[in-house]
């Protein structure tokens, strides 16, 4: 059974930078894709950015494009999101996933373990 921890959320003004943590326990996802969603208050989850298994290749939706950029740790069994530039519309609680898959890309049917999510509100 995989464990998915998120920590790194808070709030933080308009253009303030956060890192954003997720560590895997349970078994090593070293080589499995991951990703990082988020849900707005009132909105559905979205995709935000995602990863291959070695750290490679990585995908970022277009409005955190250039600000976001995501990262991992396979020997530390972690995952990050670096977000910088942060916006009031960037204010969601995220969650980190894991799939498979090398590579599971913005398709959250494909990931098989979520973390509980951690919150970032951003003030304007």
């Known amino acids: 059974q995989v464990q998915l921890v998120e920590s790194g959320g808070g709030l933080v003004q308009a253009g303030d930078s956060l890192r954003l943590s997720c560590a895997a326990s349970g078994r090593t996802l070293s080589g499995y894709g991951m990703g990082w969603f988020r849900q707005a208050p009132g909105k559905e989850r979205e995709f935000a950015a995602a990863i291959n298994g070695i750290g490679a290749v990585t995908y970022y939706q277009d409005s955190v494009k250039g600000r976001f950029t995501i990262s991992r740790d396979n020997a530390k069994g972690t995952l990050y999101l670096q977000m910088n530039s942060l916006k009031p519309e960037d204010t969601a609680v995220y969650y980190c996933?894991?799939?498979?898959?090398?590579?599971?890309?913005?398709?959250?049917?494909?990931?098989?373990?979520w973390g509980q999510g951690t919150l970032v509100t951003v003030s304007s």
């Open positions: 996933a894991a799939c498979h898959s090398s590579f599971c890309s913005a398709y959250a049917t494909l990931y098989k373990y």
